[in-house]
């Protein structure tokens, strides 16, 4: 078992969720910043955020929200940055990666992978009580043109793509523009599935995951999360399988263990992967198991991030 790779683990903190249930869920820079130490020091080295109003938690991509994290991230941590992209309501190219390019030049700043989510799909919430949809017409949008976009903007500036993937269609849709050129052969594949409360991905089955797998180039990795679902079974499976696991309070609120922040999260999937006997991956290891630059050299001064 010990030849297999290290597990990635990937704390997702904050996606769009609300922390009225539990304050550990982060807004501000700060807040972002201080779960992303926890999630670290647990054991996670790739961090995923969304930009919020630091008050009222609204989504927001202001540039300036993400430098701020970022720069605390790479003071304090040596983990892989990997910000979202944007919202819903963001199907401007140039909304959607500004913040990344606005970063890029900067070799202490840049981000480390930028996620593509390769398709659309309906993303309005189930009542399972009531059987009913909350709503009827909410539509991620991502178009093929749209996907073209945005790969030929990373590419251009050479940033890294993650390949997030909702379901089988998407993940052969990504292929296509690897055969296209736009995508590297080698990227890093993110499983989506999805809980109860949004049948908008796969269920979080072994067979939902075999059929995610089997469609992986040979030498790639993969991840698996749960959007709105519990992922500890799915993590297992994934550990077992020779994947990797991404858990955030962002994609579920685990309140089946009361109140827990990122790092805690983070802490019971390297548990798990130490007791099924796979190492957890410093951030230094994947960076080498993906193929990425190492971490650049911190200036002395934090003054000199600017
Ligand atoms: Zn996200």
């Not at 030498?219 to 991404?246: E, K, P, S, Y």
């Not at 579920?252 to 983070?266: D, I, T």
């Amino acid at each position: 078992m010990k030849s297999e790779l290290p597990v990635i683990i990937e704390c997702r903190c904050n996606e769009i969720a609300y922390r009225s249930d539990n304050s550990a869920l982060p807004y501000s820079p700060k807040e972002i910043v201080r779960e992303a130490v926890r999630a670290w020091e647990a054991g996670a080295s790739i961090f995923h955020w969304h930009g919020r109003d630091s008050k009222t938690g609204k989504p927001c991509n202001d540039v300036e929200l993400y430098l701020e994290v970022i720069q605390g991230i790479r003071e304090q941590t040596d983990m892989l940055i990997h910000p979202t992209l944007g919202y819903i309501t963001q199907n401007q190219i140039e909304d959607r990666v500004r913040h990344i390019l606005a970063v890029n030049d900067n070799p202490v700043l840049r981000v480390d992978l930028a996620p593509v989510d390769f398709g659309s799909l309906n993303v309005d919430f189930w009542n399972p009580q009531e059987k009913q949809f909350v709503t009827y017409d909410q539509v991620y949008v991502n178009t093929r043109a749209n996907l073209m976009a945005v790969l030929e903007v990373f590419q251009k500036y050479d940033v890294h793509v993650s390949s997030v993937c909702w379901d089988v269609g998407q993940m052969r849709t990504a292929r296509c523009f690897q055969e296209m050129g736009l995508l590297p052969k080698n990227t890093l594949w993110e499983f989506v599935f999805t809980g109860e409360v949004m049948p908008a991905g796969a269920a979080p089955t072994i067979s939902g995951l075999q059929a995610f797998i089997a469609e992986v180039p040979n030498d790639n990795q993969w991840l698996a999360l749960c959007w709105n679902g519990d992922v500890m079974r799915v993590a297992a499976w994934a550990i077992t399988l020779g994947g990797h696991v991404g858990i955030g309070l962002g994609d579920y609120h685990y309140s089946r263990f009361g109140k827990p922040h990122n790092g805690e999260l983070v802490e019971m999937v390297a548990k798990m992967a130490y007791a099924l006997d796979r190492e957890v991956a410093t951030p230094a290891q994947t960076r080498e198991i993906l193929n990425l630059p190492q971490q650049p050299q911190l200036p002395t001064q934090s003054a000199a991030l600017v």
